[in-house]
């Protein structure tokens, strides 16, 4: 057996789950949002979805806060990530604890964490009873919403609490192959702590922690499950509103959900780029 | 011009961190170029580091033309340490490399690139500022990270293992450019190496360290002529240690008496003789000893011969054409010098 | 930064990281717990108790989730490590866009080809089925599997498996004797990182299994909807149990403290 077709051979199982079931199903949903459906005679391709779901405010709004979660989220993620990581690169004494502690929700499902935010942060959940406890408040209507709240603090919350440690670990992980001997010449050559860290840690770490901030985004920007559990009704996170769309009685609205999967696609696909870019940045070779 | 003092320096490591320094205590010489030598391990990176401020040591005093600088972060201390590998920042040009120290202390720019452009051509590496630091050779490299060293101009500039990742060729260009800046800038230069042949030629003055402890600080023809004990004398290529006892400048041991050069140490111990410090003679000649010829290997340009006396062997080094004659199995004669004797003490 | 404020943020920070399943822990014993009481008024194991019975469905569901886990697990190795071995060890041509394909899943959310697919297992017939379930939780665990057993392949010498060959093994041989050993230590942690990867799915469960496959998050999901707190809690520990114990477990045999863990995202 020639090479080649060995290595065809071992590809294909993959690349009939990836393409077959991953590519396929992407194009069936781009078939269907373009009402595109031989089999059932609709031979027309025509952007109607795309035009109704475009034109309507429901939909701009649960972008713009599904953009707002996910930039949010990414963001905090990514500074308190790399403070954390700064700090826990140099426990000595007790640093297993830490280590240990910092990875415990790596491997817990983001919908436990979402219903432990739940109980912690909702008008009558642990917070409210202590600011009751210290006479902050005298109901649960007086705590501020922090769950199922215009801002989606509670989403965001969430996936902070999730994702700092998985950026974190990365982070720690890529500080620990560049080592301490760089900053060392820095700081040797004149560089403060501070520009030693600005000037010569931050520009190795960068593309490591973009392309780990980029699969944060895309998650936060996608997942149904989180905004369903904390996020307020309306308007609804997209993931949420794509949810409702499939599911509707009306018939009539599977297009227009197919159409915001495929938003939501395409936002992933800006994505991917951008983590390709990311991740040839990363620092190689030399060390 | 800076004069380095150490002053019963230690730094213990909990982990596998770093080798430890006990109580080192040193003094290196305004403007000179030293050589901090050992096997790796002993404790000569930490001592460097110690000096450039990146670790803090437990106990003890660095100081600067007698000035305590412990408490100077190394940013202001002024003593620039070129790591090994060079340690060129990847993401920045040559350029802006070299002109990395001056951008932190906030230079002008202008400056700044004139400054840089002439300290590459001080490296011998003209125009070759705006490339990338991946792009140049390992020399390069070195000599671009020496080169963002001295352009800050510091009081004292720490080398660690300039030279240890070149090859053969590269090296000795290397060594000829370190030696002439050193001397040309006249700024006191440490240098950590664990290779003696290194630190002889480069260093004006040899601290040999092993196991965190100072073992001998002297010029580097002391090494070689009056080497403190065994593990120096070996550790500089000695051979040939015959046990016995030194005392009114006789050495009493099973090759008979012999005599000894003045200052020789006394008591018992080993003496010792450099391979090449051995010579043939005639057999009855004075103070010859009988031998029998047991191995002879051309080395090229050298010949070693091992002998055997009673039931000591010894190991000679003699031009080729000396110790042709000889095959194994052959008697012969030999003559130790006694200016080329050395009494080792046995260490307590 | 001063060590004492260092100190200080690094506790506040942990403290917030293991906050959120403090409330589950505590209400999985309670009976009663009102506003604004900050521990139960009555304590009880009633929760436990209750996912025990087999009315509550959570012990079907746990076996439904270990089960359909473990089936994706063992078929993305089987699909996973030819592919692994083929991107790690070989060049060809395409590779590039192989890769991109690989790594897809991970940043494009399920809903986005689940949708799709949805309408497509209907007429196969695949939804409502724990064989649906399990197909469609390949597409995000298999990118995982490939993805660090094609770094092990990359590490590997093919010499050596030539140098068992010589020796006079037979491929078989080879790869049973040779291969495997080699390989055991990224198999280990891409089978965890699928494990828990299909542990964690629920949107892709929801829409293909249709409320029909229900597992641990579908139950989860709708106890914590409908106000039964204690048995959410009860259910929420049971939960995050595999993924604390292998956390255990890798942070004490592995020596990256735990690094190998660092690319998982259920």
């Known amino acids: 057996m020639s090479d080649r077709r060995k290595i065809v051979l071992m590809l294909v199982p993959a690349l009939i789950v990836l393409g077959g079931l991953f590519l396929g199903g992407l194009g069936i949903g781009l078939a269907r949002s373009l009402n595109w459906m031989p089999v059932i005679g609709l031979t027309e391709p025509n952007l109607d979805a795309y035009r109704a779901v475009l034109t309507d405010p429901d939909f701009l709004w649960s972008f713009a806060l599904s953009f707002h979660i996910a930039f949010t989220s990414t963001l905090l993620s990514l500074v308190i990530a790399i403070a954390a990581a700064l700090m826990i690169r140099r426990t000595g004494r007790g640093g297993a604890l830490v280590r240990f502690l910092f990875q415990l929700n790596l491997t817990v499902p983001h919908l436990v964490g979402a219903i432990g935010i739940l109980y912690l942060f909702s008008q009558s959940g642990s917070f409210a009873r202590l600011g009751y406890q210290v006479g902050l408040i005298d109901r649960p209507a007086d705590f501020p919403a922090l769950v199922f709240d215009p801002a989606a603090i509670g989403i965001i919350l969430q996936y902070v609490w999730k994702e700092v440690p998985f950026i974190g670990v990365i982070l720690l992980a890529q500080m620990q192959t560049i080592g301490a001997d760089y900053e060392s010449a820095a700081r040797s050559l004149g560089a403060t702590r501070w520009q030693a860290f600005r000037h010569v840690l931050l520009p190795m770490i960068l593309p490591g922690a973009l392309a780990a901030s980029i699969i944060v985004f895309a998650f936060a920007f996608g997942a149904y499950e989180i905004p369903a559990l904390l996020g307020q009704n309306h308007p609804a996170a997209l993931p949420v509103l794509a949810w409702r769309s499939y599911t509707d009685v009306d018939l009539a609205a599977r297009p227009q959900a197919m159409a915001m999967a495929m938003v939501i696609a395409a936002m992933s696909l800006v994505l991917i780029l951008a983590y390709l870019r990311a991740a040839r940045g990363r620092i190689g070779g030399r060390r | ?348 | 930064m001063t060590a004492a404020l260092r100190n200080l943020s690094l506790a506040l920070l942990i403290v917030w990281l293991v906050l959120p399943l403090l409330p589950l822990a505590v209400w999985s014993v309670a009976k009663s717990w009102f506003f604004p009481d900050l521990l139960p008024s009555v304590w009880s194991l009633d929760g436990w108790a209750h996912v025990a019975s087999p009315r509550s469905g959570v012990l079907a569901a746990l076996w439904e989730t270990t089960l359909i886990a473990g089936l994706v697990t063992a078929l993305a190795i089987l699909i996973g490590l030819p592919a692994a071995r083929a991107l790690g060890m070989h060049r060809f041509r395409g590779k590039a866009g192989v890769e991109m394909l690989i790594l897809a899943p991970i940043l494009v959310p399920g809903l986005a080809y689940a949708l799709g697919l949805h309408s497509v297992f209907i007429g196969l017939g695949l939804t409502n089925s724990r064989a649906g379930v399990v197909i469609v939780h390949l597409i995000p665990t298999l990118p995982y599997m490939i993805l660090v057993l094609a770094g092990v392949f990359a590490n590997l010498s093919p010499d050596m498996e030539a140098q068992a060959r010589s020796l006079g093994a037979s491929p078989l041989r080879v790869f049973r004797h040779v291969t495997l050993p080699a390989i055991r230590p990224g198999l280990i942690v891409g089978a965890t990182f699928a494990f828990l990867v299909s542990w964690s799915q629920y949107v892709l469960t929801l829409l293909i299994g249709g409320g029909r496959v229900e597992t641990l998050p579908l139950l989860l999901f709708s106890y914590a909807t409908s106000g039964r707190n204690d048995l959410t809690g009860a259910i929420g520990m049971i939960y995050i149990l595999p993924g604390v114990l292998i956390l255990l477990f890798a942070s004490r045999h592995l020596t990256g403290q735990g690094a190998g863990l660092g690319g998982v995202r259920p």
């Open chain 2, 1 to 348: 011009m800076t004069r380095v003092t150490l002053d019963r320096l230690t730094k213990h490591f909990a982990g596998a961190d770093g080798a430890s320094v006990r109580d080192l205590t040193l003094e290196f010489p305004c403007g000179e170029l030293t050589a901090l030598l050992g096997p790796s391990g002993c404790g000569k990176t930490t001592t460097m580091k110690m000096i450039a401020g990146l670790i803090r040591p437990c106990s003890g005093e660095v100081r600067f033309d007698g000035r305590s600088v412990l408490h100077q972060p190394p940013e202001v201390r002024g003593a620039v340490m070129v790591f090994q590998n060079g340690l060129l920042f990847p993401f920045l040009s040559v350029a802006e490399n070299v002109g990395f120290g001056l951008r932190m202390r906030g230079t002008p720019r202008a400056e700044i690139a004139a400054r840089v452009e002439a300290m590459l051509d001080r490296v011998r590496l003209p125009g070759i500022g705006p490339r990338r630091v991946q792009d140049l050779s390992g020399g390069q490299q070195q000599r671009v990270a020496l080169a963002r060293a001295l352009v800050t101009e510091p009081r004292v500039l720490l080398l660690d293992e300039p030279l240890s990742n070149l090859d053969a060729h590269l090296r000795s260009e290397m060594r000829d450019l370190i030696r002439d800046l050193q001397r040309e800038t006249g700024i006191t230069t440490i240098l950590v190496t664990h290779d003696q042949e290194e630190a002889v030629v480069l260093a004006d003055r040899i601290a040999l360290m092993f196991d965190g402890e100072l073992r001998q600080f002297a010029p580097a023809a002391e090494f070689y002529a009056r080497p403190r004990d065994r593990q120096v004398a070996e550790f500089f290529g000695g051979a040939n240690f015959v046990p016995g006892r030194a005392a009114a400048g006789v050495f009493d041991c099973a090759l008979g008496r012999l005599p000894l050069p003045a200052g020789a140490p006394e008591g018992t111990g080993c003496l010792t003789v450099r391979p090449e410090n051995i010579l043939l003679a005639e057999p009855g000649d004075a103070g010859a000893l009988a031998v029998t010829v047991i191995d002879r290997v051309f080395l090229g340009t050298q010949t070693r011969l091992v002998v055997l006396a009673g039931d000591l062997t010894l190991v000679l080094i003699r031009p080729p054409a000396e110790a042709a004659r000889l095959s194994p199995g052959d008697a012969a004669a030999i003559r130790l010098p006694p200016e080329a004797v050395w009494v080792l003490p046995e260490r307590p």
